[in-house]
């Protein structure tokens, strides 16, 4: 969890700057919506909203929310959102937003206002959503996975191994242009939580793996044999991210056909129905 923590400190922070730049902006016109009772808001403020407020939104969702959906909100680490407007209404993307759903964590520095601004500009993405549904086909995409060896590393359901992340649920965080990406180079911008790290100790001895742990005074690696080792820190003579690397293998020479029909697979992972 050390990559959500380091991400969120990253938002706040730019955020923070963001906010001190967009200096005043208009409050909405006539008299401030009743006080909502406890819980979630009654009647969504959204369509209140002047542009300036639609503005800030964008401000906030480049500094917060674009790490994992984009800039355009197609999608990256996390879903596409173009639609999701209609599917959630206000109140869902709110709700989303102060308490998180599966992968997404909530986001906790933003005052009630700041959220319904961020909503604002959610809603303004409209619904054609580009690269909305992989192309390939699933089924063919399962014989894919099944003869490129994933498994050994990955779970679906309560099959498969533990080096990699679960994959029960991806396709319902991960859009298809995440999978083509992270397939042909999936070290260049690994999953939070999945950072390579070298360690050389004093004595010479030398470990590369997943950094599972860290504070001031140890670091937790756990390597590609799914064994973990733990060190003092006082005994390391390096400690180096490897950035760019991964013990996934790159499966950018797949045929196009086959990688259509792996990604549709992927996307199709959405958990028990
Ligand atoms: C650390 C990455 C991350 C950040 C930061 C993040 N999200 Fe998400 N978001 C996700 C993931 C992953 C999901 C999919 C969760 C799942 O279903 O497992 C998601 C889901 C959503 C959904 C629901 C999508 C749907 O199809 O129902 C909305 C809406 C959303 N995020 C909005 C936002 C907004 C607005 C922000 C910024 C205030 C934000 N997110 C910040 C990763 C993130
Ligand atoms: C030798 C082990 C290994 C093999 C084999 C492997 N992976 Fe991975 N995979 C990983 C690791 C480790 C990660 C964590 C991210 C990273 O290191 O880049 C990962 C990450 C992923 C992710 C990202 C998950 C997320 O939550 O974003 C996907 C998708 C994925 N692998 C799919 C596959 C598919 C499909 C195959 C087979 C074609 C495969 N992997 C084969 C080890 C492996």
Not at 135 to 152: I, S
Request: hydrophobic share 35%; charged share 15%; glycine share 14%.
């Amino acid at each position: 969890m050390i990559g959500f923590r380091s991400l969120c400190l990253a938002g706040s922070l730019l955020i923070f700057s963001g906010a001190a730049l967009s200096g005043s902006h208009a409050s909405p016109q006539g008299p401030p919506p009743p006080a909502p009772a406890a819980g979630a808001p009654q009647e969504s403020p959204v369509a209140k909203l002047t542009p300036d407020d639609i503005a800030t939104g964008k401000q906030i969702f480049a500094a917060q929310c674009a790490g994992c959906h984009g800039f355009d909100g197609s999608g990256q680490l996390g879903p596409n959102l173009h639609g999701v407007g209609a599917r959630r209404g206000d109140a869902g993307i709110f709700s989303v937003v102060r308490n998180g759903t599966g992968a997404m964590p909530p986001v906790m520095s933003l005052n009630d206002q700041r959220v319904w601004q961020v909503v604002g500009f959610v809603r303004t993405l409209g619904d054609a959503g580009p690269m909305e549904a992989a192309k390939g086909d699933p089924v063919k995409g399962e014989a894919v996975y099944d003869a490129n060896g994933c498994a050994v590393c990955h779970a679906i359901g309560m099959s498969g191994g533990g080096v990699g992340p679960q994959l029960t649920t991806v396709g319902r965080a991960r859009p298809p242009k995440y999978f083509y990406d992270f397939l042909r180079d999936p070290g260049k911008n690994p999953p939070p939580g999945y950072e390579l790290v070298r360690v050389v100790t004093k004595d010479g001895h030398e470990v590369t793996g997943i950094r599972v742990a860290e504070d001031t005074y140890t670091i937790v690696l756990r390597d590609v044999g799914e064994h973990f080792h733990s060190f003092d820190k006082t005994n390391l003579k390096t400690i180096e991210p490897q950035p760019g690397k991964t013990v996934m293998p790159s499966y950018g020479n797949l045929s196009a056909t086959d990688m259509d029909n792996l990604v549709a697979y992927l996307s199709s992972l959405k958990g028990a129905q």
